[in-house]
């Protein structure tokens, strides 16, 4: 059973079109596509495709094969359906020993609306309990600031968890979904309540990459992308 509030169910569409499940987007592509507006419907789902949602990489494979707003491409179809079926087949992401022991990464916030950027750097410290986890986050920004960040994310299931942050409004919610871990949250920046939909996918280097979009009121205004590795022992 997901964590209530966090997850919604997914629904089917005509002809076994999935829905993918990240809030507004999934109705916004189901309704274009069944009215027939298949470039709206692919504006929607092609992010989440690269995103590593299985379902809306399934749905680009339908519109491929079919040619519904974009050129007839069997291959690009083929291609597609591989990756949703990778998704099902592949162990799933276990947010708990990902993160247990040292992470570091490097980082660039992009904001939507003028594209400046903000590069920095995170020292994650992990520790997992059997029941919590925790992540210490040490932020070191280019322009030379300097930030503490704390989660405590308690497991409420088989790869579901909740949990607080400074800032944090509320309680967040994360789950395991195939290879990517999903976090959502609503967090308080500069005044603002900002709601954060995070995307941790596995590479196939071992690294992860840590994709976050932050809306206000159905509107974008930032986007963040990090690639985290293991800390090297010497």
């Known amino acids: 059973m997901a964590a209530r509030g966090c997850r919604t ?3 089917f569409a005509a002809l076994l079109l ?8 999934r109705s916004k592509g189901a309704a274009a596509y069944l009215r027939g507006d298949y ?3 692919l504006k929607e789902w092609r992010p989440l495709a690269e995103q590593g949602y299985s379902d809306a990489q399934f749905n680009l494979g339908v519109m ?5 707003g974009v050129r ?3 291959p690009e179809a083929a291609k597609w359906f591989r990756r949703a079926a990778e998704q099902a087949a592949d162990p799933p992401l276990v947010l708990e020993s990902s993160f247990a022991g040292q992470t570091e990464g490097d980082g660039t916030f992009v904001n939507s609306w003028t594209g400046a950027e903000r590069r920095f ?5 992990g520790t997992w309990d059997g029941t919590t986890l925790t992540l210490v986050e040490d932020f070191d920004f280019a322009d030379g600031e300097k930030d503490r960040k704390s989660w405590r994310l308690r497991r409420t299931g088989p790869g579901e968890f909740t ?6 409004i509320g309680e967040a919610c994360a789950w395991t979904d195939g290879r ?3 976090l959502r949250y609503t967090a308080r920046v500069e005044g603002w309540a900002l709601k954060f939909d995070d995307v941790l996918a596995l590479r196939t280097d071992g690294s992860l990459l840590n994709r976050a979009v932050a809306g206000k009121g159905g509107i974008r205004v930032g986007r963040v992308e990090l690639v985290l590795r293991r800390r090297q022992v010497i």
């Not at 491929?64 to 519904?68: I, S, W």
């Not at 750097?121 to 410290?125: F, H, N, P, Q």
């Open 9 to 11: 169910t997914g629904l």
């Open 18 to 25: 999935a829905l993918p499940a990240a809030g507004q987007d």
């Open 39 to 41: 470039a709206a419907a």
């Open 64 to 68: 491929y094969a079919k040619g519904e």
């Open 72 to 74: 007839k491409d069997y």
């Open 121 to 125: 750097r995170v020292a994650i410290a």
């Open 163 to 168: 949990g607080t942050r400074e800032a944090v």
């Open 180 to 182: 990517v871990v999903r």
